[in-house]
């Protein structure tokens, strides 16, 4: 029967953001000005690699140095234009391809951005090999309060067969990284990954062992998410992706984990409060700088260029780099935040209807009923909270949201391509 509602679930969400992230074609409308304070976030997307991932859907290029630096002044323009547009960020998110790929320009970015906005938090994301004393040195003095190291897994088989063995070291070299940076950062977070095609049930319990026996801050451990574009890719490299055995994989991560760690959200455990990966969580908007970036502001959901040139380009002309956009209803809105939020575990309803002025239950009551007669949702006094079945029934919906915004990627860049 369970089998049956995962299923459902995914088949309907994934014909849901199919549709939801369908951005409308010709000229975007401008960014507007900011009008009301809320809590929002900077993204800003570092697009560069040393060596592509095969089941990575990010917009990311091989690094070079001249146009990586290039890139990065222009970042630091677009922040700008952010800031003469009114908005104010609380917190900043540097995702890529490899942020630290550059570490001097990165610091250079990230102290512009502190000049203009009130920032209190500061998350970047890394990998292995660039957890060198140098660059971590550098980043603490940037003010990074939260580092995110890109592991996926300890396993040197399965690290051999994502291709990130011989770049990033084995997975004791990787274990050992992490357990001497302990205590630099507020939030040193291990990324994972779970149900790769040739991962077992022996894989993930060793690789689950290091983690505890290492103590890092905080793990986000999310599912393999596979592109249409990867989806050759992986299975020729891989194997064919075994979403029958997810849930499986995540109940192990679950027993695990807790109670040592708590959840902030559906996929990320934490020892202590702080940022976690899917900022949307815990901010209302954000906005997305950088190539390929996409942000949500004011109701529209929008990408910047996928084109590094021609983002460049614009930018030294003193324009923003947008693309496409999405203008969603405010029915619409309201069910990205059901989704957002319960995936942070807990939504007040009452905040909806304060945000929105929309009734939840007469806009949700056909999802909240559904979830709340599937044991996924709990409902007291207003809230609604994820029981351990509902919160794999949100592991299902964001992977999939996810995958949709990869698709978005893929089809952007096959129209750049022609």
């Known amino acids: ?38 809590p929002r976030l900077l993204y800003l997307h570092v697009p560069f690699c040393e060596k592509l991932c ?24 677009e922040i700008h234009l952010y800031r003469d547009r009114g908005y104010d960020f609380a917190g900043i998110y540097v995702g890529g391809g490899t942020p630290t790929v550059m570490i001097d320009e990165l610091a ?21 090999n660039h957890l060198t004393e140098d660059r971590l040195n550098i980043l603490k003095s940037a003010g990074v309060n939260r580092l995110s190291v890109g592991v996926q897994s300890f396993d040197d088989g399965l690290l051999k067969d994502v291709d990130r063995l011989e770049k990033y070291g084995s997975g004791a070299e990787v274990a050992a990284r992490l357990a001497a940076i302990g205590g630099r950062f507020d939030t040193l977070n ?17 690789d689950l062992d290091v983690l505890m026996r290492i103590g890092v801050d ?31 994989y995540y109940d192990r991560i679950l027993r695990r984990l807790l109670p040592t760690y708590r959840l902030s959200s559906a996929w990320c455990f934490s020892r202590q409060n702080g940022m976690i990966d899917e900022y949307i969580v815990d901010y209302d908007e954000y906005a997305g700088l950088g190539s390929g970036s ?11 260029t996928f084109d590094i040139s021609e983002y460049i380009d614009k930018i030294e002309r003193g324009g923003l780099p947008l693309m496409a956009a999405r203008i969603f209803s405010r029915k619409d809105q309201l069910r990205y935040d059901f989704l957002m939020k ?13 945000k929105y002025g929309l009734n939840p239950w007469a806009c949700l009551w056909f999802e ?6 599937t044991g996924s949702l709990r409902y007291r006094n207003g809230r609604l909270t994820l029981t351990d079945r509902g919160c794999y029934s949100w592991v299902i919906m964001m992977r999939e949201f996810f995958i949709a915004v990869n698709n978005f990627r893929d089809y952007c860049r096959a129209r750049l391509n022609g």
């Open 1 to 38: 029967m369970q089998k049956i509602v995962n299923q459902t679930i995914t088949a309907i969400v994934r014909r849901e953001f199919s549709r939801s992230l369908r951005f409308e074609d010709g000229r975007p409308p401008a960014l507007p000005q900011a009008r009301e304070k809320l």
């Open 54 to 77: 095969p089941y990575c859907s990010f917009n990311r290029f091989l690094f070079d140095a001249t146009r990586c630096r290039r890139y990065f002044h222009a970042l630091q323009r």
């Open 108 to 128: 250079a970015t990230l102290e512009r951005a502190r000049e203009c906005f009130s920032i209190r938090e500061i998350s970047v994301e890394t990998n292995p």
């Open 190 to 206: 291990a990324d994972m990954m779970f149900n790769f095609p040739s991962q077992t049930p022996e894989i993930l319990a060793r």
């Open 218 to 248: 905080q793990v986000t451990y999310y599912p393999l998410m596979v592109s249409d574009s990867t989806r050759r890719q992986v299975t020729e490299k891989l194997g064919e992706v075994d979403y029958g055995r997810e849930e499986e």
């Open 294 to 304: 996409i942000g949500f502001l004011g109701g529209a959901c929008y990408a910047n």
């Open 342 to 354: 319960l995936f942070g575990t807990r939504l007040d309803l009452r905040d909806l209807r304060n």
């Open 368 to 373: 909240i009923l559904a979830f709340l007669l």
